[in-house]
């Protein structure tokens, strides 16, 4: 089956939350060298995702280099405790802090479609903001399944 990342949208707009954060995260990059790590290493994890699939995901470690040399190593996603079957999308780097992506699967046709809904920045563990936004995602997630077709464009990007 094949992996396909999309974003979804706010139904009725075309805002796209996870998408315009990691833009944001690509215009910081353009003047602060951590940003830029931080936007290299989501690409590069982004890749491996689509690339492997969300199940081997799961069992390999995303494994490459930083800008300068040193080996990085993570397990890119995650299953998002309280809050199944949402999922998170990961980059820690210090001292910048820990990317997240609440996201969840979608099976469509002969595609695993990896539904990026929300992101953060999160600077500690037990951040207050982070639980609040998988709540919202949750909703989000409960709405989607009814009608999907509002969230993502289920016709075009090879979808159909």
């Known amino acids: 089956m094949k992996t396909q990342i999309t974003f ?14 990691i833009q944001q995260i690509g215009r910081e990059a353009k003047t602060d060298p951590g940003m830029s790590q931080l936007f290299a290493l989501i690409i590069r994890g982004m890749k491996f995702l689509q690339t492997y699939g969300l199940q081997e995901a799961f069992k390999q470690y995303f494994v490459t280099d930083l800008e300068d040399g040193r080996p990085y ?58 639980e609040a936004m998988a709540s ?20 075009g990007e090879g979808l159909v």
């Open 73 to 130: 190593t993570i397990r890119i996603a995650k299953q998002l405790k309280g809050h199944v079957p949402l999922l998170e999308f990961r980059i820690n780097l210090r001292p910048v802090g820990a990317f997240r992506v609440f996201f969840f699967e979608y099976d469509f046709k002969d595609r695993q479609i990896l539904v990026f809904a929300n992101g953060m920045l999160k600077q500690s563990t037990d951040d207050p903001a982070f």
């Open 136 to 155: 919202q995602v949750d909703v989000m997630y409960a709405n989607f399944l009814k009608q999907p077709e509002q969230y993502i464009n289920l016709e």
């Open 8 to 21: 979804a949208k706010i139904p009725g707009t075309k805002f796209e939350p996870a998408f315009e954060f």
